[in-house]
Antibody
Framework: QVQLVQSGAEVKKPGASVKVSCKASGYTFTSYGISWVRQAPGQGLEWMGWISAYNGNTNYAQKLQGRVTMTTDTSTSTAYMELRSLRSDDTAVYYC??????????WGQGTLVTVSS | EIVLTQSPATLSLSPGERATLSCRASQSVSSYLAWYQQKPGQAPRLLIYDASNRATGIPARFSGSGSGTDFTLTISSLEPEDFAVYYCQQRSNWRTFGQGTKLEIK
Protein backbone atom coordinates (compact mmCIF):
# COMPACT_ATOMS: atom_id res chain seq x y z
CA GLN A 1 0.00 0.00 0.00
CA VAL A 2 1.16 3.52 -0.71
CA GLN A 3 2.64 5.22 2.35
CA LEU A 4 4.34 8.53 2.92
CA VAL A 5 6.02 8.87 6.30
CA GLN A 6 7.26 12.29 7.36
CA SER A 7 9.86 13.37 9.88
CA GLY A 8 8.93 14.60 13.33
CA ALA A 9 7.91 17.96 14.69
CA GLU A 10 10.39 20.83 14.71
CA VAL A 11 10.76 24.02 16.71
CA LYS A 12 12.84 26.74 15.10
CA LYS A 13 13.79 30.32 15.82
CA PRO A 14 12.98 33.12 13.40
CA GLY A 15 15.58 33.33 10.66
CA ALA A 16 16.53 29.66 10.90
CA SER A 17 15.93 26.92 8.33
CA VAL A 18 14.01 23.66 8.53
CA LYS A 19 14.23 20.53 6.41
CA VAL A 20 11.34 18.08 6.42
CA SER A 21 11.65 14.58 4.99
CA CYS A 22 9.03 12.35 3.41
CA LYS A 23 9.81 8.66 2.85
CA ALA A 24 7.67 6.93 0.25
CA SER A 25 6.87 3.23 -0.04
CA GLY A 26 4.42 0.98 -1.83
CA TYR A 27 4.93 2.39 -5.32
CA THR A 28 7.65 3.19 -7.85
CA PHE A 29 9.01 6.45 -6.46
CA THR A 30 10.34 7.81 -9.74
CA SER A 31 6.99 7.36 -11.52
CA TYR A 32 5.31 10.18 -9.60
CA GLY A 33 6.02 13.64 -8.33
CA ILE A 34 5.80 14.87 -4.77
CA SER A 35 3.86 17.95 -3.76
CA TRP A 36 4.19 19.92 -0.55
CA VAL A 37 1.20 21.61 1.08
CA ARG A 38 1.08 23.49 4.37
CA GLN A 39 -1.67 24.45 6.77
CA ALA A 40 -1.32 27.17 9.38
CA PRO A 41 -3.16 26.55 12.66
CA GLY A 42 -6.90 26.77 12.12
CA GLN A 43 -6.43 27.83 8.50
CA GLY A 44 -6.86 26.36 5.04
CA LEU A 45 -4.47 24.57 2.73
CA GLU A 46 -1.65 26.28 0.88
CA TRP A 47 0.14 24.57 -2.02
CA MET A 48 3.89 25.13 -1.76
CA GLY A 49 5.29 23.39 -4.79
CA TRP A 50 6.09 20.18 -6.58
CA ILE A 51 9.10 18.12 -7.54
CA SER A 52 9.41 15.39 -10.12
CA ALA A 53 10.96 12.32 -8.57
CA TYR A 54 11.91 11.24 -12.08
CA ASN A 55 14.20 14.12 -13.05
CA GLY A 56 14.18 16.58 -10.15
CA ASN A 57 12.31 19.32 -11.98
CA THR A 58 10.60 21.70 -9.57
CA ASN A 59 7.75 24.18 -9.59
CA TYR A 60 7.43 26.46 -6.55
CA ALA A 61 4.61 28.74 -5.49
CA GLN A 62 5.61 32.30 -6.33
CA LYS A 63 5.11 33.40 -2.74
CA LEU A 64 7.85 31.04 -1.56
CA GLN A 65 10.34 31.27 -4.41
CA GLY A 66 13.80 32.04 -3.09
CA ARG A 67 13.10 30.55 0.34
CA VAL A 68 12.09 26.98 -0.48
CA THR A 69 14.02 24.09 -2.01
CA MET A 70 12.58 20.67 -2.77
CA THR A 71 14.81 17.71 -3.47
CA THR A 72 14.59 13.93 -3.73
CA ASP A 73 16.88 11.00 -3.02
CA THR A 74 15.84 8.20 -5.33
CA SER A 75 18.14 5.71 -3.60
CA THR A 76 16.00 5.93 -0.46
CA SER A 77 12.68 7.02 -2.05
CA THR A 78 12.72 10.12 0.11
CA ALA A 79 11.67 13.67 -0.67
CA TYR A 80 12.83 16.73 1.22
CA MET A 81 11.50 20.25 1.64
CA GLU A 82 13.77 22.94 3.04
CA LEU A 83 12.39 26.33 4.03
CA ARG A 84 14.82 29.12 4.94
CA SER A 85 14.58 32.48 6.71
CA LEU A 86 11.71 31.22 8.82
CA ARG A 87 9.13 33.69 10.14
CA SER A 88 6.37 33.25 12.67
CA ASP A 89 3.79 32.96 9.89
CA ASP A 90 5.60 29.86 8.62
CA THR A 91 4.28 28.02 11.67
CA ALA A 92 2.15 25.29 10.15
CA VAL A 93 1.68 21.61 9.55
CA TYR A 94 3.63 20.66 6.44
CA TYR A 95 2.35 17.79 4.31
CA CYS A 96 3.96 15.88 1.51
CA UNK A 97 1.71 14.14 -0.98
CA UNK A 98 2.12 11.95 -4.01
CA UNK A 99 1.33 13.87 -7.18
CA UNK A 100 -0.91 12.03 -9.60
CA UNK A 101 -1.94 13.96 -12.71
CA UNK A 102 -1.29 17.22 -10.82
CA UNK A 103 -3.50 16.20 -7.91
CA UNK A 104 -2.40 14.94 -4.51
CA UNK A 105 -3.72 11.39 -4.12
CA UNK A 106 -1.81 10.05 -1.09
CA TRP A 107 -0.64 12.19 1.81
CA GLY A 108 1.88 11.97 4.59
CA GLN A 109 0.81 12.36 8.19
CA GLY A 110 2.07 15.94 8.42
CA THR A 111 4.95 17.60 10.26
CA LEU A 112 4.34 20.48 12.64
CA VAL A 113 6.90 23.23 12.31
CA THR A 114 6.74 25.89 15.00
CA VAL A 115 8.65 29.13 14.56
CA SER A 116 9.08 30.94 17.83
CA SER A 117 11.70 32.99 19.59
CA GLU B 1 -3.39 33.72 -9.30
CA ILE B 2 -6.71 31.93 -9.67
CA VAL B 3 -8.88 32.47 -6.60
CA LEU B 4 -11.36 29.79 -5.59
CA THR B 5 -14.33 30.87 -3.50
CA GLN B 6 -16.28 28.18 -1.67
CA SER B 7 -19.81 28.51 -0.36
CA PRO B 8 -21.27 28.27 2.09
CA ALA B 9 -18.55 28.64 4.70
CA THR B 10 -20.50 26.33 7.00
CA LEU B 11 -23.25 23.89 6.12
CA SER B 12 -25.39 22.35 8.85
CA LEU B 13 -27.23 19.18 7.87
CA SER B 14 -28.41 15.91 9.37
CA PRO B 15 -27.33 12.37 8.47
CA GLY B 16 -29.32 11.09 5.51
CA GLU B 17 -29.72 14.55 3.96
CA ARG B 18 -28.21 15.67 0.68
CA ALA B 19 -25.27 18.09 0.77
CA THR B 20 -24.40 20.51 -2.02
CA LEU B 21 -21.11 22.41 -1.80
CA SER B 22 -20.05 25.05 -4.30
CA CYS B 23 -16.71 26.27 -5.60
CA ARG B 24 -16.36 29.25 -7.94
CA ALA B 25 -13.14 30.14 -9.76
CA SER B 26 -12.05 33.70 -10.57
CA GLN B 27 -11.35 32.57 -14.14
CA SER B 28 -11.94 29.43 -16.11
CA VAL B 29 -10.09 26.32 -14.92
CA SER B 30 -11.69 24.07 -17.54
CA SER B 31 -12.30 20.77 -15.72
CA TYR B 32 -9.06 20.90 -13.74
CA LEU B 33 -10.66 20.90 -10.33
CA ALA B 34 -10.47 18.52 -7.39
CA TRP B 35 -12.25 18.11 -4.08
CA TYR B 36 -10.62 17.02 -0.82
CA GLN B 37 -12.05 16.05 2.55
CA GLN B 38 -10.21 16.80 5.77
CA LYS B 39 -11.13 15.62 9.25
CA PRO B 40 -9.63 17.15 12.41
CA GLY B 41 -6.05 16.08 13.00
CA GLN B 42 -5.87 14.22 9.69
CA ALA B 43 -4.35 14.85 6.30
CA PRO B 44 -6.68 15.74 3.45
CA ARG B 45 -8.11 12.94 1.31
CA LEU B 46 -8.68 13.22 -2.43
CA LEU B 47 -12.34 12.64 -3.29
CA ILE B 48 -12.86 13.93 -6.83
CA TYR B 49 -10.42 14.92 -9.58
CA ASP B 50 -10.93 16.55 -12.97
CA ALA B 51 -14.28 17.85 -11.70
CA SER B 52 -16.22 14.61 -11.83
CA ASN B 53 -13.96 11.56 -11.41
CA ARG B 54 -14.06 9.74 -8.10
CA ALA B 55 -10.68 8.85 -6.66
CA THR B 56 -9.83 5.29 -5.72
CA GLY B 57 -11.99 3.92 -2.92
CA ILE B 58 -14.35 6.89 -2.72
CA PRO B 59 -18.01 5.89 -2.18
CA ALA B 60 -20.52 6.51 -4.93
CA ARG B 61 -22.51 8.93 -2.74
CA PHE B 62 -19.83 11.53 -3.55
CA SER B 63 -20.14 13.15 -6.96
CA GLY B 64 -18.70 16.22 -8.63
CA SER B 65 -19.90 18.35 -11.49
CA GLY B 66 -19.17 21.57 -13.32
CA SER B 67 -16.67 23.12 -15.67
CA GLY B 68 -15.24 26.53 -16.39
CA THR B 69 -15.80 28.60 -13.25
CA ASP B 70 -18.61 26.87 -11.35
CA PHE B 71 -18.32 23.51 -9.64
CA THR B 72 -20.37 21.44 -7.22
CA LEU B 73 -19.63 18.60 -4.85
CA THR B 74 -22.72 16.59 -3.95
CA ILE B 75 -23.02 14.04 -1.18
CA SER B 76 -26.26 12.23 -1.92
CA SER B 77 -27.05 10.93 1.57
CA LEU B 78 -24.85 12.01 4.45
CA GLU B 79 -23.19 9.40 6.61
CA PRO B 80 -21.87 10.31 10.08
CA GLU B 81 -18.28 10.05 8.83
CA ASP B 82 -18.89 12.67 6.13
CA PHE B 83 -18.95 15.60 8.54
CA ALA B 84 -15.64 17.34 7.87
CA VAL B 85 -14.10 20.27 6.02
CA TYR B 86 -14.10 20.14 2.22
CA TYR B 87 -11.66 21.99 -0.02
CA CYS B 88 -11.65 22.51 -3.76
CA GLN B 89 -8.36 22.85 -5.65
CA GLN B 90 -7.54 23.92 -9.20
CA ARG B 91 -4.55 22.82 -11.28
CA SER B 92 -5.21 24.91 -14.40
CA ASN B 93 -2.72 27.63 -13.48
CA TRP B 94 -0.28 26.68 -10.71
CA ARG B 95 -2.38 25.18 -7.94
CA THR B 96 -4.59 26.91 -5.43
CA PHE B 97 -7.13 25.80 -2.85
CA GLY B 98 -10.43 27.29 -1.82
CA GLN B 99 -10.86 28.42 1.77
CA GLY B 100 -12.99 25.40 2.68
CA THR B 101 -16.56 24.54 3.62
CA LYS B 102 -17.20 23.05 7.03
CA LEU B 103 -19.94 20.45 6.95
CA GLU B 104 -21.32 20.08 10.45
CA ILE B 105 -24.02 18.01 12.08
CA LYS B 106 -27.28 19.86 12.62
Amino acid sequence: QVQLVQSGAEVKKPGASVKVSCKASGYTFTSYGISWVRQAPGQGLEWMGWISAYNGNTNYAQKLQGRVTMTTDTSTSTAYMELRSLRSDDTAVYYCARDHRDYEDYWGQGTLVTVSS
Amino acid sequence: EIVLTQSPATLSLSPGERATLSCRASQSVSSYLAWYQQKPGQAPRLLIYDASNRATGIPARFSGSGSGTDFTLTISSLEPEDFAVYYCQQRSNWRTFGQGTKLEIK
